[in-house]
Nanobody, 127 residues
């Protein structure tokens, strides 16, 4: 059984940083493309960024230059480093495994492309 667990969320002031981690059991994350999504209150879940098995990354325009995704294969984790946080970054953040062996940038932005999801971690950015 595959389980993903996010951690590292919390309350931070605007301009601050947080580092989220996604840990897995039942699946070796280095073998899978991964994505991070977020869902703000009253809004649909949206793509934040993704990382391929080979370490290539891409990001939503809203976070480009501020967020970075990285793998730690030894720990079987994927991290989301968030810098220069803004109040509009407030959301529940989720990691997920991309279900296809072939990474398609357009498909990777859709929830339907992912098969396993974590329970989410809350990030709140105060102004």
């Amino acid at each position: 059984q595959v389980q993903l667990v996010e951690s590292g969320g919390g309350l931070v002031q605007a301009g601050g940083s947080l580092r989220l981690s996604c840990a897995a059991s039942g699946r070796t994350l280095s073998n899978w493309h991964m994505g991070w999504f977020r869902q703000a209150p009253g809004k649909e879940r949206e793509f934040v960024g993704g990382i391929t098995r080979n370490g290539l990354t891409n990001y939503a325009d809203s976070v480009k230059g501020r967020f970075a995704i990285a793998r730690d294969n030894a720990k079987n984790t994927v991290a989301l480093q968030m810098n220069s946080l803004k109040p509009e970054d407030t959301a529940v953040y989720y990691c997920a495994t991309y279900s296809n062996r072939i990474w398609l940038v357009s498909a990777a932005r859709e929830e339907s492309a992912y098969d396993y999801w974590g329970q989410g971690t809350q990030v709140t950015v105060s102004s």
